[in-house]
């Protein structure tokens, strides 16, 4: 019997570990699938596509796999299994139904919950306790699946996405190691997933990341670590000026007289602390976009004790199952 072929579409750092492992184990990957890499983009991440021609693996980067040249390489390939780990696209159904053993995704979320895109960030931000990695059959709707194997991950009360995404990650390849050698034979485990437990959520923008003073400081400091570097960034606007904050620390109280502050209010320069709608945030690690000269500046700062920032005027929500 020969060893199934492999089709690989992978992108990111969980991407490149997830195809370094199928290559250490010497399975039958015969293409990879990836994408270029966008102009401007923080890429904090190995390439897919490098790891591919090291070992003299056919890389392809279509911009869409809808159209019929794409479709007729991808036959011509004559797969017989597809792994797709962190693709940003979708794959069309036609393509996943020609991997004769199967079609699989790796999932940065311990599904049925955070379906769809950036799951470790979503759940970072709202502030959950456990994640994980999935690895599920693909169908059509994204990310619902029957379950192969998936192994959870605990996120701690001060972790950056980060950090979480790379426990994620090793996860992901304790998941895809224990579960190689049922899915090269053909005989993987299905487990169906359970739908009402199911939410979506959609991708994020960098102006996701615009901070409402508003909400509690505990609810902002998993906005902060949810999109800290090497992503976007959590940021308030001061005029045309742009405070990048980085990393902060949330204070149920600080000493003050008078009138309580309002949300926004700067009511220290030296640490610099705002309060919030329910507590404070002491700005630890900060970057200003667009400063206004240092003459016009307050060093070190161009704020002043009073003075209230911009809030975001609404938040992302999550998507429904007929929006996604």
């Known amino acids: 019997m020969t060893d199934p072929r492999i089709l690989v579409f992978g992108y990111s750092d969980v991407g490149y570990v997830c195809l370094e492992l199928l290559l250490r184990r010497k399975a039958g990957v015969v293409a990879v699938f990836t994408h270029e890499d966008k102009p401007g983009e923080n890429l904090w991440f190995r390439s897919v596509a490098a790891l591919a021609r090291e070992h003299d693996i056919p890389v392809f980067t279509p911009g869409s796999l809808k159209s019929p040249e794409w479709e007729e390489r991808f036959r011509s390939l004559k797969p017989d299994i597809l792994f797709s780990f962190y693709y940003r696209s979708l794959i069309p159904v036609r393509l996943l139904e020609l991997a004769s053993r199967g079609a699989f995704n790796m999932h940065g979320s311990y599904l049925p919950k955070y379906r769809g895109r950036a799951p470790v ?40 996405a980060l950090q979480v995404m790379q426990n994620v990650q090793a996860a992901a390849l304790t998941v895809l190691d224990r579960q ?32 409402d003073w508003e909400a509690p400081a505990t609810t902002l400091f998993n906005l902060i670590r949810a999109v800290t570097r090497p992503f976007p960034g959590a940021f308030t606007d001061c005029g045309d000026a742009r405070l990048m904050i980085w990393w902060a620390e949330p204070l149920e109280f600080f000493p003050q007289t008078g009138t309580a502050p309002a949300p926004g209010q700067v009511v220290s320069l030296d640490p610099l602390i705002i309060a919030t709608g329910k507590g404070f945030l002491q700005i630890t690690d900060f970057q200003w976009v667009n400063p206004p000269p240092p003459s016009q500046a307050i060093p070190p700062l161009p704020l002043t004790i009073g003075q209230i920032l911009s809030s975001a005027s609404h938040h992302p929500k999550p998507l429904t199952p007929e929006s996604s």
């Not at 997933?193 to 990341?209: I, K, M, N």
């Open 121 to 160: 960030n979503w759940a970072v931000l709202n502030g959950e306790t456990q994640t994980g990695a999935t690895l599920h059959y693909m169908v059509k709707s994204a990310d619902a699946g029957d379950i192969v194997d998936q192994q959870a991950v605990t996120i701690g009360p001060a972790e950056t």
């Open 180 to 211: 190689l050698p049922a899915i090269l034979a053909g005989n993987a485990a299905r487990h169906p997933q359970d739908e009402h437990q199911a939410t979506y959520f959609s991708g994020r923008r960098p102006e996701d990341g615009r901070i």
